[in-house]
């Protein structure tokens, strides 16, 4: 289990958002899974302009065995499950609907 977050925000202090730190790691840590586990998942919502490579990576490796699930909540929902959260404070409702 690859948790966005954890690796953009708690490991590395980095911004989301194009070019950001954490696309490299997580390109590597999709290859090392690749390489080392019989499963490897991704967890996060991404933006994909911004993370088109770690997606053509994805491909390049993994080709058409890649599973894709999406929940499809109203954002009030989105919001209230982050208010829950231990980072709830970083960011709030302005941050989550740009």
């Known amino acids: 289990m690859i948790p966005q ?12 958002g194009i070019d950001t730190a954490a696309l490299p790691m997580l390109i590597s840590l999709l290859q090392y899974g690749y ?10 919502i991404f933006k994909s302009v911004w993370y088109w490579p770690l997606f053509e990576k994805a491909v390049q490796i993994y080709g058409e065995n890649i599973y894709a699930y999406y ?4 954002f009030e929902e989105t919001f209230k499950r982050h ?10 409702e302005e941050e989550m609907r740009s």
């Open 71 to 74: 929940y499809e909540l109203p």
């Open 35 to 44: 390489e080392n586990s019989e499963i490897t998942i991704i967890e996060s």
């Open 83 to 92: 208010e829950t959260k231990s980072n709830r404070f970083d960011f709030g």
């Open 5 to 16: 977050d954890i690796i953009r925000r708690e490991m590395l202090w980095a911004n989301d």
